[in-house]
């Protein structure tokens, strides 16, 4: 087997790479060996186009997660065990996905794993930001606190998401809507009225033309235009699950006009928040920009971040990296600075989030607003347009008479 390992050197430096070996176990041991310490380990796997499907369709929800995440900190402050709360959750839960993970995760602590190893096998359902709060947890003894705190944290993620897709979802029903009445008219209304202007002998202008041939041609082949387009989604989904397909989305999404502005402030938030927060649990600040990178959501903010806490290890300021990084704005970079010259580091980190989420909040209200008549716009020129393109040919058959 090969495994991808991420680990760092005594002097501290990163190093990624690949190591062959019968096991997981055994791969640690080569690694331990040549004095590396191991940030994370996972077996190289080699999947195929339908794994990758299967993988996006057998997701947990986050509000999944959170119920689970909720109910494991009040079970851990009555005073239940780790494994008895487990057992429990297991009964309750009713996601069969995330209902096998806790059979799973449960079996691993009894076994005699902590909690934070038993969460680490199953990273597509628990975040690397998730597992490294309850292995500081389990440091401090406070995993009751903590779980509390991921159930809040998860909560807060979970709602800016719901309103931001709550404002997308009604311009996009509408649109969807209005291309399905578009299509109906098109295809078995307008093809009756071809005739009458043929017998007629009356001019028709070409968009009329373009769309009456349009509505035939879909008429005729709407069979293999469905199936063409069942083909093009399954593609594109097999290819957003690459990593590729996954970094050009996300190259996509941030240049992307309103939308890319909004998802911006969205990523400084949660980077602001989950960083304070591991540093509060006690990591060094390369060590939570590090595993905040991979919360943030965006690969390119990812790949930023984990660059900012290799400099950092070099005795850069991060401020001054931010500074120099275009997609954090200047307002983020000076509070850190202030948070670094007084010592309140994680108290201007929550100015950050606080502030970058009312942004977020206030943009979506807007959106909402906004959108609305701007579709009413568009939707009422583009139907005037289709039935210009009948009207105005039957106006000049009027005039022949």
Not at 297 to 313: F, P, T, V
Not at 325 to 343: A, K, Y
Not at 349 to 361: A, I, P, S
Not at 375 to 400: C, E, H, N, R
Request: glycine share 6%; charged share 20%; net charge negative.
């Amino acid at each position: 087997m090969k495994f991808q390992y991420k680990a760092r050197t005594k002097e501290g430096e990163l190093q990624v790479g690949d190591v062959e070996a019968s096991n997981r176990e055994t791969a640690l041991n080569i690694l331990f060996g040549h004095g590396l310490f191991v940030l994370s380990i996972e077996e190289e796997k080699n999947d195929v186009w339908y794994e990758r499907i299967l993988g996006f369709l057998k997701r947990v929800k986050v509000n999944d997660v959170m119920i689970f995440t909720r109910q494991f900190a009040t079970l851990l402050a009555s005073q239940v065990s780790i494994s008895d709360s487990l057992i429990n959750l297991f009964k309750q839960t009713t996601n069969p996905i995330l209902k096998e993970a806790i059979y799973e995760i449960s079996n691993d602590v009894d076994a005699g794993f902590s909690l934070s190893q038993a969460f680490e096998k199953h990273p597509g359902i628990f975040s690397d930001f998730y597992i490294n709060m309850v292995r500081s947890a389990e440091v401090t003894g406070r995993l009751s606190e903590v779980m509390d705190f991921l159930a809040d944290y998860l909560e807060k993620q979970a709602l800016l998401k719901s309103k931001v897709q709550n404002a997308l979802a009604y311009p996009v029903f509408v649109v969807i809507l209005f291309f399905v009445v578009i299509l109906i008219m098109v295809t078995f209304v307008f093809p009756q009225i071809m005739p009458v202007f043929e017998e007629a002998n009356v001019a028709v202008p070409f968009y009329t033309t373009l769309i009456l041939k349009s509505g035939i041609f879909i008429g005729e082949w709407w069979w293999a235009m469905m199936l063409l387009f069942a083909i093009f989604i399954f593609i594109l989904i097999d290819y957003l699950q690459t990593k590729e397909g996954r970094l050009v989305l996300d190259e996509v999404s941030l240049h992307t006009p309103v939308v890319g502005k909004l998802l911006r402030k969205m990523y400084i938030a949660r980077f602001a928040e989950s960083t304070r927060v591991l540093i509060r649990g006690g990591l060094t600040i390369p060590q939570a920009i590090e595993i905040s990178s991979r919360t943030v959501g965006n690969k390119i903010y990812e790949d930023l971040l984990q660059g900012a806490s290799e400099q950092i290890r070099k005795g850069k300021l991060l401020s001054k990296i931010l500074e120099e990084i275009e997609e954090f704005p200047p307002l983020v970079s000076q509070l850190v600075s202030i948070g670094e010259s007084t010592g309140r580091l994680e108290e201007l980190l929550k100015k950050v989030n606080d502030f970058y989420t009312r942004e977020v909040e206030d943009m979506v209200n807007n959106l909402v607003t906004l959108i609305q008549p701007l579709l009413m716009v568009i939707i009422g020129g583009m139907i005037a347009l289709l039935f210009a393109a009948i009207l105005l040919p039957l106006y000049s058959l009027t005039q022949s008479f």
